[in-house]
């Protein structure tokens, strides 16, 4: 146990005020154990609660997300409260008093008492709040804000962050996230909110019963180009990664003539503690080990695997080489491919597809091929629903690397894990009833528009201002050269967004921070060059992600 200097009046005083003012005894309780521990002297305890009392949580790239504590910089009932009654604020000020607004939530802890409460401050100040029956997926939840004609939706999750996370996602009406200038407005709001204690609190609605059919119903359609004998024969290993997509997607691919799925057993039923892996995200190493086993067991054709909230949505094939998890970047020229070759031109005459400036260029090259308009974002989903001219007018398809996929942007203005593992499905189908596989299909993608190998490097710190640091370092002495070639490109995306680029005639670095965990992560993009091999790309890949981790000194 480590001794401090005396706990600052200042912080003593916001948490005493914070206490009073907290309508959780749980959390009441949780933050005087810490506070008498910060009295006491504790170290630990004085720069715990120092942390727990600086700024409150600010929208970042889809509404709040932080560590469940008590406190102004954690998520709590109070915080939770407080966001819902700033939200209703901003929603009556742009005349949407009155209207319906959707609550929905994942299977995390606390996720359900946060959308309870968040539905009823909602009910009390007059809208029509309707609370789902249990937890759901995230993309559910943006379906139902366009369905029912709702002013916003509020979806209580975390995502694919760590167990102890949660977070409050908004949908506005037009069923895409928040994005400025309305959260500036929704921040200002919840400051001007009273103490949570005072906030009223009242009695919502429930969702329609056949809101979760709707959806089900919409994904059927959406398996429309294999012969329904091959999606019936199509064998699918899944795995929700103990979220809440099991059972939406094995109805949705049931729905779409697909009956043959088998689901990872210990990963099969919700649990917020994900005890069977490090990290409940399909990108992370060994996350999907269970799901490319059983998919070998049971000799599928493919496997899916969803983040815990089901928005992403990662893919794997079988190959010569055994079992493989697509990169998303990969996945996303997959279906981008594939939704283009299938279009409705007369349903869709100036098809638009697009990605972000993180991610892979393949989809620029498929767009040229095919005849469709391609525009590049910034992160983020609330920015490629919005594509092209600000609107996402055309949006046939969109995705980011990190395994988000928006196959059905009509209909869900979002990346949705589980309408995505419909239609990699039945592309998977309509490959076989050809004697074709999917990675026949990107042979033919790299045939057509040469060889482009993305891959991460994702650095995790302990310590907020390392980032920061990182990205002055970078910004003050940028690389000179990559790969022995020269940089010909080293752009500062800053006001844009907090980024740089570097580029060279054959690779491309993005460096940012992550919007959603304390990570620093780079992009990283090699072409190939005629005559070169798909392992001497990807070995010169390596190379890359080598020298860009020594730029980045973490």
């Not at 491919?337 to 638009?352: E, I, N």
Request: aromatic share 4%; hydrophobic share 45%; proline share 7%.
């Amino acid at each position: 146990m480590s001794l401090a200097a005396p706990l600052p009046t200042e912080v003593r005083t916001a948490a005493l005020r914070w206490i009073a003012d907290d309508p959780s005894p749980a959390d009441r309780d949780e933050l005087q154990r810490v506070l008498a521990d910060a009295m006491a002297g504790r170290g630990e305890a004085v720069a715990d609660l120092t942390d727990r009392m600086r700024a409150p949580l600010t929208f970042g790239t889809a509404g709040l997300r932080g560590p469940l504590r008590a406190g102004p910089a954690g998520m709590n009932l109070a915080v939770v409260r407080r966001a819902a009654a700033g939200i209703g604020r901003h929603l009556r000020a742009t005349g949407a008093a009155g209207r319906t607004v959707i609550v929905g939530h994942d299977a995390r802890h606390r996720s359900a008492e946060f959308a309870r409460d968040a539905a009823g401050v909602l009910a009390a100040q007059g809208f029509t709040a309707l609370l789902a029956p249990g937890p759901l997926p995230t993309p559910v939840t943006a379906f139902a804000v366009r369905h029912l004609g709702a002013a916003a939706g509020v979806q209580i999750t975390a995502s694919h962050n760590p167990p102890n996370d949660n977070g409050v996602k908004v949908y506005l009406a037009d069923g895409a996230q928040l994005v400025g200038p309305a959260d500036a407005r929704i921040e200002a709001e919840i400051a001007a909110v009273p103490a949570a204690v005072s906030v009223d609190v009242g009695s919502p609605g429930a969702w329609p019963d056949d809101l979760v059919d709707a959806y089900v119903d919409r994904l059927g359609e959406l398996a429309r180009t294999a012969p329904a004998a091959d999606r019936s024969s199509l064998r699918v290993a899944l795995t929700p990664m103990h979220g809440v997509g099991g059972e939406v997607t094995v109805r949705g691919l049931r729905a779409a003539g697909i009956t043959d799925v088998h689901v990872v057993a210990a990963q099969a039923v919700p649990d917020p503690d994900f005890p069977t892996v490090p990290f409940p995200n399909p990108e992370e190493p060994g996350a999907t080990d269970r799901l490319l086993a059983l998919a070998a067991d049971v000799d599928a054709h493919l496997a899916i695997a969803l983040d815990p909230d089901a928005d992403r949505c990662a893919l794997g094939i079988p190959g010569p080489d055994g079992w493989r998890m697509l990169t998303g970047d990969e996945a996303g020229a997959l279906l981008g491919d594939h939704l283009l070759r299938t279009l409705d031109r007369t349903a869709h005459p100036d098809p638009l597809v697009a990605t972000t400036i993180v991610s892979g260029e393949q989809l620029q090259a498929i767009a040229a091929r095919h005849g469709a308009r391609y525009d590049e974002t910034l992160t983020g989903f609330k920015w490629i629903v919005r594509a092209g001219d600000g609107s996402g007018t055309g949006l046939v398809f969109g995705y980011e690397e990190a395994l988000g996929l928006c196959v059905d942007p009509g209909v869900v203005r979002d990346k949705d894990g589980i309408s995505a593992a419909v239609v990699a499905a039945d592309l998977t189908a309509l490959l076989r009833s050809t004697g074709a596989t999917v990675t026949d299909r990107l042979a033919e993608i790299v045939d057509a528009d040469g060889l482009f190998v993305t891959g991460p490097l994702s650095i995790r710190v302990t310590r907020l201002a390392d980032i920061s640091d990182a990205m002055r370092r970078i910004r003050a002495t940028p690389p000179t050269e990559l790969l022995g070639d020269d940089i010909t490109e080293s752009a500062d995306l800053l006001p844009r967004t907090d980024a740089v680029r570097w580029r060279t005639t054959r690779a491309r670095v993005v460096v940012r921070p992550s919007g959603t965990e304390p990570k620093l992560k780079a992009y990283l993009q090699v072409r190939g060059t005629d005559g070169q091999s798909a392992d001497q790309v990807r070995a010169d890949l390596d190379r890359l992600r080598e020298e860009v981790r020594a730029v980045l000194g973490l």
